[in-house]
């Protein structure tokens, strides 16, 4: 059975700390994508990465970096969390080429106080 | 602009009755795939369907469809016979081919509640 795990499934945490939210996949994708979900906003897209020690900015990369450092494993890093990142995030893999679909993990809710 | 729009926010259905899900997109490239995705509100995003923009027939895997209107850019989901566990947010995607890198964009949902 393909998985995407998300090593939690909520979190909360103080403003100003460092945040990590790690991702893990076991179908040797080479896309691995990370997404914060709100409220009547959709999915919109933080950073993704094609290959290790690869990564792009999506729509809204400002507060966030990542690190990819192995295949199967993309992290998302909050520098100083602040309340505005309270959200739901969601990783999610995919092989590079063609149309096939993406898998996601469970979800990480994420509220910052 | 939005590459992918979802106009309903929220849609109820009677169960056993078919339901429509409105979907337009947005793109200039020529190769692309467009998704429907449910998720319950345990959160798990579930893959539903698939449709390729060279895709003569219309997509359908059991109770859903998809009904591919390519020359309006619109790709409705289709659920026939709505049962109390279709009840989730419905979200459309497209990923587009030789312009793009393949990312998959989503839209915004629509909340779909079944009722009984």
């Known amino acids: 059975d393909v998985k995407v795990t998300q090593s939690s499934r909520y979190l909360v945490k103080r403003t100003g700390e460092k945040v990590f939210l790690e991702c893990v996949q076991d179908?040797?994708?080479?896309?691995m994508f990370w997404y914060r979900q709100d409220p009547g906003l959709g999915l919109r897209l933080i950073y993704f990465?094609?290959?290790?020690?690869?990564?792009e900015k999506g729509d809204i990369p400002e507060g966030y970096s990542v690190s990819r450092e192995k295949k199967e494993r993309f992290s998302l890093i909050l520098e100083s969390a602040s309340t505005n990142q309270t959200s739901m995030y969601l990783c999610?893999?995919?092989?590079?080429?063609?149309?096939?679909?993406?898998?996601f993990g469970q979800g990480t809710r994420l509220t910052v106080v | 602009a939005q590459k992918i729009t979802q106009t309903q926010p929220g849609m109820f259905v009677q169960e056993k009755e078919a339901v429509t899900l409105d979907c337009t997109y947005d793109?200039?490239?020529?190769?692309?795939?467009l998704f429907w995705y449910k998720q319950p509100s345990s959160g798990e995003m579930i893959f539903l369907i698939y449709?390729?923009?060279?895709?003569?027939q219309n997509a359908t895997e059991g109770r859903y469809s998809l009904n591919f209107q390519k020359a309006r850019k619109s790709a409705n989901l289709v659920i026939s016979a709505s049962q109390l566990g279709d009840s989730a947010m419905y979200f459309c995607?497209?990923?587009?081919?030789?312009?793009?890198?393949?990312?998959?964009?989503f839209g915004r949902g629509t909340s779909l509640i079944v009722h009984p």
């Open positions: 999610a893999s995919s092989f590079k080429r063609g149309f096939t679909e993406a898998f």
């Open positions: 179908m040797d994708h080479e896309n």
């Open positions: 990465s094609y290959d290790v020690k690869m990564k």
């Open positions: 793109t200039s490239d020529p190769s692309y795939g």
């Open positions: 449709q390729g923009s060279y895709d003569q």
């Open positions: 995607a497209m990923r587009e081919g030789s312009g793009g890198s393949y990312i998959p964009t």
